[in-house]
């Protein structure tokens, strides 16, 4: 890391060499000199921009939250909706390195949240944003006749999401039978099932 770099890149650097670092050491095992070290920095200036190492892992719930926000920018809403509703999800299922990664950070974060109120207030955040971006989606596909109009738009959205959170969750405990085939496979069953038994030619 460069003594002269801006700011909001030496944030990025700390924040990406956090994510490296608990993603192989956990985060009760995860110190500043770990991710000053993995940084390529000093401890002193990783503290310049987080005095703490609780802003720091607030600063990189937020940091991983961003970047599955980017993902979903960047699905072009277009139809069939049933396809964006699948891309949408694909967003935050560990699918690459860098989505395998997220979910061992995310899954150390998802603990912490259980007795950090302010780390609980980020992924409920994120969370409510993703189910509404799902709603969205299938609220248009009702209007677009490619989704029954009794459908209940909200609350598929809801279990649309914890079922991805659920093949995440066996994915990263067990594996096997959880591999990046079978998550989309399992996926686009579910998707077809909602949609009318069957994906979009």
């Known amino acids: 890391m460069t003594r002269h770099a801006e700011p909001d890149v030496r944030r990025t650097q700390i924040a990406e060499a956090l994510l490296s670092t608990v993603a192989e050491r ?4 995860t110190t500043l ?3 000053a070290q993995v940084a390529g920095t000093s401890v002193g200036l990783v503290q310049r921009y987080f ?22 920018r960047e699905v072009p809403i277009v139809p069939p909706i ?12 560990p699918l690459d390195a860098e989505r ?14 259980l007795t950090d109120s302010k780390m609980a207030a980020i992924h409920k955040a994120a969370t409510h944003g993703l189910i509404d971006g799902v709603q969205e989606a299938l ?28 093949l995440s969750l066996h994915h990263a405990a067990t594996g ?12 686009g069953t579910y998707v077809d099932r909602l949609f009318g038994g069957g994906a979009a030619a």
């Open 176 to 187: 096997k039978g959880y591999g990046a085939a079978e998550i989309r496979a399992a996926l």
């Open 33 to 35: 000199a770990d991710v």
């Open 26 to 29: 956990g985060l009760a095992r």
């Open 139 to 166: 609220e248009g596909a009702q209007r677009a006749g490619d989704l029954a109009p009794e459908a209940d738009a909200a609350a598929e959205a809801m279990a649309l999401v914890a079922f991805v959170d659920g």
């Open 100 to 113: 395998e990664k997220e979910l061992r950070v995310w899954l150390a974060f998802i603990q912490a949240s």
């Open 51 to 72: 005095r703490t190492k609780d802003e720091l892992l607030r600063f990189g719930v937020e940091y991983v939250y961003q970047r599955a926000e980017e993902r979903v």
């Open 82 to 93: 049933r396809e964006v509703v699948v891309r949408l999800l694909e967003t935050v299922l």
